[in-house]
C-alpha cells in the first residue's frame, strides 16, 4: 500500500510569490489534515478536509488556504509568501472511523527568499 | 495547553532498551495515547496507540499506568536508526486533528 505522498520535496519561492503543495493520502482515506513546522514552532494545524468540505482550520492568516478533490487529494495554497512562511509542511492522511491514526507524508520543504 | 509532558531530550546506548516516558495527567476516558517519531527533516511516522492495556508491535511497546495518567514507550533494542524526536499525544474518538496537540517531544539519541 502506497503512504502518503507529497509533491513537490523542496521549493524556493521569493516573497510575495505564490505556492502551490500537493498531497495524495494513502488509497481509501478520506481525512487529510495540513500541518506546518518550524524549530520555534513546532506542529503547528493548518487545516483538516474530509471529503471535499474543509472540517477545521487552524490559526493561520487566510493567505492559507486548501481544497481537496474528489479522489481525496489535496492542494493547499500560500498567496503572497513572506520570509516566515520558510518551513516544512507536512500531510497526513487516516481512514474513516475515531481510532484511526493518521499517516504523515514526508513533507515539502518550502524556502521563501 | 499541552495536555503531555515529556522530557526534553535522552541518550541511551545502542542495543539497550529505550524507556520514554510521557505523562498525561488529564487525559479523559475516552483518549487514547499515540506515539509517533520523527527523523530529522522527514515526516512524523506512527508508532503505537493504546486506550488502557498495554499494547506491542514490531516496533515498540506501550505501557500504559493503571491510573493513564502516565505510559512510557520501549523500544526494546535501540538502534543508530532510533535517533529521532518521539511525540506523544492523546486524541479522543471523536477529536478532530485541530485539537491535538504535538508538544516538543523527546529527541532521543542513540549512542554507538
Known amino acids: 500500500k502506497a503512504g502518503v505522498t507529497q509533491t513537490p520535496r523542496y521549493l524556493i519561492k521569493t516573497r510575495g510569490q505564490q505556492v502551490t503543495l500537493s498531497c495524495s493520502p494513502i488509497s481509501g482515506h478520506r481525512s487529510v489534515s495540513w500541518y506546518q513546522q518550524t524549530p520555534g514552532q513546532g506542529l503547528q494545524f493548518l487545516f483538516e478536509?474530509?471529503?471535499?468540505?474543509?472540517?477545521n482550520k487552524g490559526n493561520f492568516p487566510g493567505r492559507f488556504s486548501g481544497r481537496q478533490f474528489s479522489n481525496s487529494r489535496s492542494e493547499m495554497n500560500v498567496s503572497t509568501l513572506e520570509l516566515g512562511d520558510s518551513a516544512l509542511y507536512l500531510c497526513?492522511?487516516?481512514?474513516?472511523?475515531?481510532?484511526?491514526?493518521?499517516?504523515f507524508g514526508q513533507g515539502t520543504r518550502l524556502t521563501v527568499v | 495547553d499541552a495536555k503531555t509532558t515529556q522530557p526534553t531530550s535522552m541518550d541511551c546506548a545502542e542495543g539497550r532498551a529505550a524507556n520514554l516516558p510521557c505523562n498525561h495527567s488529564t487525559i479523559s476516558g475516552n483518549e487514547y495515547v499515540y506515539w509517533y517519531r520523527q527523523i530529522h527533516s522527514q515526516g512524523p511516522q506512527y508508532i503505537i496507540h493504546g486506550l488502557k492495556n498495554n499494547e506491542t508491535n514490531e516496533m515498540a511497546s506501550l505501557i500504559i499506568t493503571e491510573d493513564r495518567k502516565s505510559s512510557t514507550l520501549i523500544l526494546p533494542h535501540a538502534t543508530l536508526r532510533d535517533t529521532a524526536v518521539y511525540y506523544c499525544i492523546v486524541r479522543g474518538l471523536k477529536t478532530s486533528y485541530d485539537k491535538v496537540i504535538f508538544g516538543p517531544g523527546t529527541s532521543l539519541s542513540v549512542i554507538p
Open positions: 497526513a492522511s487516516s481512514g474513516t472511523g475515531g481510532n484511526t491514526e493518521a499517516f
Open positions: 478536509y474530509f471529503s471535499e468540505t474543509q472540517r
